[in-house]
């Protein structure tokens, strides 16, 4: 995993994104936020287990059926199985020591 800062990769609204390797995150401080880089190191697990594109191909066409659902940007981002299960483990900064594989299936 590789950390790097850019404000100006970051959607805005967003703090960082992870496109395997790498983790964008917007504001330098937040290489010390421990919570977010757990975060988007859970994200990078994901990405690894889908074998990347087809991680991008699922979590675009599940935005896409959450938007459909929920009518909302944020609401349809916040469904999404794959960030329901970063946001519900980030805290936990040893979930990825015992996580199993495919785990986000349990936030469908």
């Known amino acids: 995993m590789f950390l790097i800062v850019s404000r100006y990769l970051i959607p805005k609204g967003y703090r960082g994104i992870t496109l395997f390797p790498f983790v964008i995150l917007k504001n330098p401080l937040d290489r010390q936020n421990r919570v977010l880089v757990n975060h988007e190191k859970i994200h990078i697990r994901q990405q690894l287990e889908f074998l990347i594109i087809p991680f991008f191909l699922w979590y675009f066409v599940e935005y896409m059926i959450r938007l459909i ?40």
């Not at 483990?89 to 996580?99: A, M, T, V």
């Open 69 to 108: 659902q929920y009518k909302n940007k944020n609401i349809a981002y916040r469904n999404i199985s794959f960030e329901k299960e970063a946001y519900s483990r980030e805290f936990d900064l040893n979930y990825l020591k015992n996580r199993k594989v495919w785990d986000f299936r349990k936030y469908l």
